[in-house]
């Protein structure tokens, strides 16, 4: 009944034994290696010559493993090793030491942000309002953030 199992077994495992270049028995009907099938007719393999197949083969398989293995340590030290070269000749980058809101100036000092708007913000004359009439001039609906600030606090007049 499980004949034609043991058959497809016995057919996978000379294969493997073909592939990994060990010696196969010779297929003779009724010899110590083979036994025929009662149901299919087809030879297959006794437990003993299966054993020693599949122990040849599992130790081949662990050789060309091991050779794998081998390579693949090879090929990693020396990544590792380039990679730690090239952490040593590229200068990474630092985290700037400056605040956030702050930034740096040309000597490299950490200035506040703030001030430095507020001096622009003067330098620059705002928008809507004509270059002649900058000085004395109602701050109406130019900004309306600040227009309703000014609004709530009283009238303000922009002095350039």
Not at 59 to 75: C, G, H, L
Not at 92 to 97: A, E, F, L, R, S
Request: charged share 25%; glycine share 6%.
């Amino acid at each position: 009944m499980l004949d034609p199992i043991y058959v497809q077994n016995s057919a996978d495992l000379v294969a493997q034994a073909l592939k990994y270049g060990i010696s196969v028995p010779p297929q003779e009907p009724d010899g110590k290696h083979y036994r025929r099938s009662g149901i299919t007719g087809e030879l297959i393999l006794r437990q003993l010559a299966q054993r020693r197949l599949r122990r040849e083969v599992r130790n081949e398989q662990r050789a060309r493993n091991d050779e794998f293995r081998k390579w693949a340590t090879v090929i990693f030290a020396l990544l590792a090793f380039a990679l730690g070269m090239v952490s040593l000749v590229v200068k990474t980058k630092q985290p700037d030491p400056c605040a956030r809101n702050y930034y740096r100036n040309d000597a490299g000092a950490c200035i506040f942000a703030w001030h430095q708007m507020r001096r622009r913000s003067r330098r620059f004359p705002k928008p809507g309002i004509p270059n002649g009439t900058q000085s004395r001039v109602r701050n109406y609906l130019i900004d309306p953030v600040l227009d309703n600030r000014r609004r709530i606090v009283g009238y303000f007049f922009w002095f350039a």
